[in-house]
């Protein structure tokens, strides 16, 4: 996706040899009117799935998803990484592992907004171990939902995770692969657009 590849060339920063920073238009400030295109580049690249919900995790899945369910004219539910007041019951949950912070957290979502004959498309902002990913599958697992695929802004290819959900069969669309972040450059994985 063009746009957003420029828009990363133009604001992002490689911190460092495996972090991109992003929070210009994605991770802090967003830019609504990119998150629309991105929005509608997912909704083409699911098409035909009969997709019936949207499935990310808070805080920098939302913004993506929004837009994306709102094209695609369905629900988006956000694992939550924090028990809710109000959220008691009926709760599903799953655990990631985080490699940078080294520890295990929990998400969870209610049972009621993830049902048996849901078609789930996944989305998140970054996909680079695939541990969030693979607990949001977990989720839908547990609902007995159907996974229509899992749809990333931002795939760090240099990480596993993009290859381990493709070598499980799950059908990954990453809107910018991120090829390489050595020396403060960064480089896209070469390929076709569509
Ligand atoms: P790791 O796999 O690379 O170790 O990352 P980890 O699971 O610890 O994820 C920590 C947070 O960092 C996640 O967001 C994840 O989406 C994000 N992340 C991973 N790699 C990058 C990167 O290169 N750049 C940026 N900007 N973020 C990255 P989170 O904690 O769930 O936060 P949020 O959703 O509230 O933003
Ligand atoms: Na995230
Ligand atoms: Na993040």
Same mark, same amino acid.
């Given at each position: 996706?063009?746009?957003?590849k420029d828009?990363?060339?133009s604001? %992002?920063?490689?911190l460092?040899?495996?972090?991109?920073k992003?929070? !210009?238009? #994605?991770n802090h =400030?967003?830019?609504?009117?990119?998150?629309?295109?991105? %929005?509608?580049?997912?909704?083409?690249?699911?098409e %035909?799935?009969?997709?019936?919900k949207?499935?990310?995790?808070?805080?920098s899945?939302?913004a993506p998803?929004?837009m994306a369910?709102?094209?695609?004219?369905v629900?988006v539910?956000? &694992?939550?990484?924090?028990?809710?007041?109000?959220?008691t019951?009926?709760?599903?949950?799953s655990e990631?592992y985080?490699y940078?912070?080294?520890?295990t !957290?929990?998400?969870?979502?209610?049972?009621?907004?993830?049902e048996?004959?849901d078609?789930?498309l996944?989305?998140?902002d970054? #996909?680079?171990n695939?541990?969030? &990913?693979e607990?949001?599958?977990?989720l839908?697992e547990?609902?007995?939902s !159907?996974?229509?695929?899992?749809?990333?802004?931002?795939?760090k290819?240099f =990480?596993?995770?993009g290859?381990?959900?493709r070598d499980?069969?799950?059908?990954?669309?990453s #809107?910018?692969?991120? &090829? !390489?972040l &050595? $020396?403060?450059?960064?480089e896209f994985?070469?390929?076709? $657009?569509?």
């Amino acid at each position: 996706m063009d746009i957003l590849k420029d828009k990363i060339l133009s604001e %992002g920063t490689a911190l460092s040899e495996s972090v991109l920073k992003v929070d !210009n238009f #994605l991770n802090h =400030q967003i830019d609504p009117q990119l998150m629309h295109e991105i %929005g509608a580049e997912f909704k083409k690249r699911f098409e %035909g799935k009969g997709v019936t919900k949207i499935l990310t995790l808070e805080s920098s899945g939302i913004a993506p998803s929004v837009m994306a369910g709102l094209l695609m004219d369905v629900p988006v539910v956000f &694992a939550r990484k924090r028990q809710s007041l109000t959220l008691t019951d009926g709760l599903l949950t799953s655990e990631v592992y985080s490699y940078t912070k080294q520890e295990t !957290n929990q998400i969870c979502v209610a049972h009621k907004f993830l049902e048996e004959d849901d078609t789930v498309l996944i989305i998140d902002d970054f #996909l680079a171990n695939g541990k969030a &990913a693979e607990a949001l599958i977990d989720l839908a697992e547990q609902a007995e939902s !159907n996974i229509a695929g899992i749809g990333i802004v931002i795939e760090k290819s240099f =990480q596993e995770g993009g290859g381990l959900l493709r070598d499980r069969g799950h059908h990954v669309e990453s #809107l910018a692969r991120i &090829a !390489n972040l &050595a $020396e403060g450059k960064i480089e896209f994985v070469q390929e076709r $657009e569509n």
